[in-house]
């Protein structure tokens, strides 16, 4: 489908915000041979979003046109410079000293890391064959810093991922989740607001923030900072001290659950509401609230997902949900169809290298990559390929992820701006931005209804950048993964048609166990080229609605797809997206891996962990470091670190230390004023701002600043929060980093003397 002309002058094109992982559909004004986005505005035609976006999206010619692009690759030379070279070059040089690393010491001591951010997974599908010809067999991205403990609970319980129906959900709860800025579910703030106007209904947030999601709730539990975990085990507590469980789901659905009742029996719902600091009568009320409805949906998120006890907290809010038997009905829990999973649940324990840590959903956790990197194990890993990722930036103990980057051999970054990451390279290449190539997520998490947007560029690439397809499939062929013949032969079967493409392709890997591990690379050589469009980067989805066929066949035909290929053009053209499965309530239970249908409730280490939590251990402040740091609290002008021009912010232009004002007047700290903000690993100046809706002991500061644009020694807006995070700081399971509890002190300082704005930076 063609972009659609305006009766304005210019063309809309469709397309979707990158800035979350609800990927809202939106349309772009452009106008013919210029690179701004005139205007933006909600796709009313798209599936699943129908029209809604937050503000963030609208600012979005800020991550198109805002920062310094790179237009070729760049080689560090031995002085520390950069020099320009061709792409031919980079591309022979890159693969040269890959090859070299995997030669000497085996290709497992190569890390890959990323593969796509909130809005680019399309181009991580093809890094596949890459890795594989390198034999690098080790990876990670952002997930293994949120949502792998999670992902573990799953893999041990509910056997996938599951999402709540919060558009019909009797009781919707949030667990250090504020929708209202961070979105999450689809048309958050508008599904927000027609819970709260419904006196049938109930919103329940456990946070120790009032957000703006709070304001809205019938029950806010306002807990200390990093006490859910007691929170959350006296709610289970009460549903199963009262008897509020449904026990006809507990005996048909389940296994194991008296061995979790056994736990939780023990525990004193006085004393654990005491230690979280919420009213014993309200923790009740709120139990009794989602024992007593038709159906609940819950939400984890960064709040209690980067805190202490995180992965003890997931299980507690599955147990919340699976024991009074929300699952497979209108308004509860849902399990779905994928695209492609961006996880592996299983229960199998794959461990890293050299730490011998857990790898939850096949990753290697964030705050254990340096520490696989700096020692003289001789397994620790030699070289890196990091993929539209900032890791230096992003996560915990910058100063110790740098040095790790110097440690290693060889060090490539492909992203479309000189990051932190980047200076610290071999070698970057400059890719081309969202919206100059074909793009997608496979963030699909609906049900019953579950969607796909493949979105077409927007504008033309940026000259000398490329699409990271085309970069994974020049450094594939010059590695010469792949023979001439499956090549030549599936080319050949290309030009006939769909069917005997199949066919063929279906040949090839009965004959070879080599054929599956390259598929993205064999796709985009050989079908890709017969797409319509240029849309080669979008072969490797005709594999994927392969898959969905053959996986979910009668949820596929429900969604008006006759076979495989129907799904794939519809894929194709598409523009506002598709539809891929449709499902009814009951269908949920074909998603249960388990062969019984039943889950098992118990998780032995987690119940340990529950019947060890100490009182004395929510406490994690000291007399020197007497407050607790939420690092990365999402604000109306925050966003993930893609963009890279400050000037797209309407508010909070500096990113503010929210404080309450207790501890302010406690300080002597005004409105506006600087402050200190010290932690054991560092310290940082920020701008106070006052905010009623903190607690005493509690600060926070926002996501997305503090990022280096030009590397010159500019100044710099907000904090980068990982000068001040502690790696060691971990979850024990997942190891997921405690960003939202950090340790910290604030100190008054002299007011500097005024200095002007920053100077926009943005590049055309």
Partial sequence: MPPTKSTETGTWHKSACILCENNCGVQILTEENERSFLKIRGDKDHVSTHGYTCNKALRLDHYQNGGRRLTTPLRREADGSFTPVDWDTAIREVAQRFAAVRDA?????IFFYGGGGQGNHLGGAYSGPLLKALGSRYRSNPLAQEKTGEAW??????????????EHAEVSVFIGKNPFQSHGVARARTVLKEIGKDPGRSLIVIDPIRTETADLAEFHLQVKPGTDAWCLSAIVAVLVQEDLVDHTFLTEHTRDYDAVAASVRRIDIAEYATVCGVDEDLIRATARRIGTASSVSTYEDLGVQQGPNSTLISYLNKLIWLVTGNFAKEGAMQPHSWMFPLAHYTTRTRTTPVTGARMPAGLVPCNLIAEEIVTDHPDRFRAMLIESSNPAHSLADSKAFHRALAELEFVVVIDVTLTETGRLADYILPAASQYEKYEATFFNFEFPRNSFHLRAPVLDPLPGTLPEPEIYARLTRELRAVKAMPLAVLRAA????RTPYRVAFAALAMLSKKTLPMAPFLLYETLGPTLPGNARAAAVLWALAQRTARTYPEAMRRAGHASADALFDAIIEGRSGVVFTEDAPADAWNYVPHKDKRFPLAIPELLGILDALDPAS???????YPVVLAAGQRRPFTANTIIHDDN???RDTEGA????????T??????GAPARIVTQRGSALATVEIDDRMQAGHVALPNGFGLDHLGDGSPIVGVALNQLTDARRRDPISGTPWHKNVPARIESVARPQQHSPVAPRSVG
Avoid: C, N, P
């Fill in 105 to 109: 010491y085996g290709g497992d001591k």
């Fill in 666 to 671: 406690a300080l002597g700290l005004a409105d």
């Fill in 648 to 650: 797209w912010r309407l």
């Fill in 657 to 664: 230390l929210r404080i309450s004002r207790h501890d302010a």
């Fill in 153 to 166: 609970v799953d893999a041990h319980v509910t056997g996938g991922h599951t999402h709540g129906d919060f």
């Fill in 618 to 624: 929510a406490v994690q402040t000291s007399d020197e």
């Fill in 494 to 497: 290309a030009k006939w048609g």
